[in-house]
């Protein structure tokens, strides 16, 4: 039986990529996203399996307006991947900018990540994936808000693990934790292991497909993420 993804935030970057990636294993597949030109381009791309819907996430009756649009397009819903999110660098503190920052990497994603879990627990199965990124294991001075949302998009995602795990549901979630993608959110001179939106995608559908918890993408950046947790503040002011 054909497998069905949505994915929210499908307009560029990692979300477009994975558009092209599950494309390419046969799956059914819905592209959500505030630019319905681009999700338009991107179907034309590939075929009449795909099912396009204009989607805000910071607007909220009309994400999910739009969600509920979607299961009635592609009828069962197997597999929801939230790619939708913001960020800037702020040293200034624009607070606008921290605002719609945490509005959509926050609010945004929750709204979608609840309505993905209702849908999972009717129909019997489901499996959640989220984008949050290396930096929310420590607060970031040149993006406050950024990493920060991260943190808890992925102590959100934990959260809901542990409810399908209580309720011995057959909902799986996995928190995927980018370092530097390729993509027009990438920002600064000093980006190291950049990875092009291909091999991130890969590295996700892999991740995706084996159930797993949480996944660094690239693996490389696991490494990372450990001497972060670790290093003492002294050290960390340095970065």
Known sequence: MTKTVLIIGASSGIGEALAYRFHNESYRIGLAARRIDK?????????????????????????????????????????????????????????????????????????????????????????????????????????PAYSASKAFVSNYMEGLRMKALKSRLNIHVTDIRPGYVDTAMAEGDNMFWVSSTEKAADQIFNAIKKKKKRAYITKRWALIAAILTIVPDYLYKRF
């Open 39 to 143: 999700l338009n381009a991107i179907k034309d791309n590939l075929d009449s399996l795909v099912a396009v819907e204009e989607m805000d996430i910071t607007n909220s009756e009309a994400s999910l307006s739009a969600f509920n649009s979607m299961v009635e397009k592609l009828g069962k819903i197997d597999l929801v991947i939230i790619s939708s999110g913001t960020g800037f660098v702020n040293e200034d503190l624009d607070y606008t900018k921290e605002i719609e920052t945490i509005q959509t990497n926050c609010s945004g994603f929750v709204v979608m990540a609840t309505q993905a879990f209702k849908h999972f627990q009717e129909k019997g199965a489901g499996h959640l994936v989220g984008i949050s990124s290396v930096l929310m294991h420590r607060g970031s001075a040149y993006a």
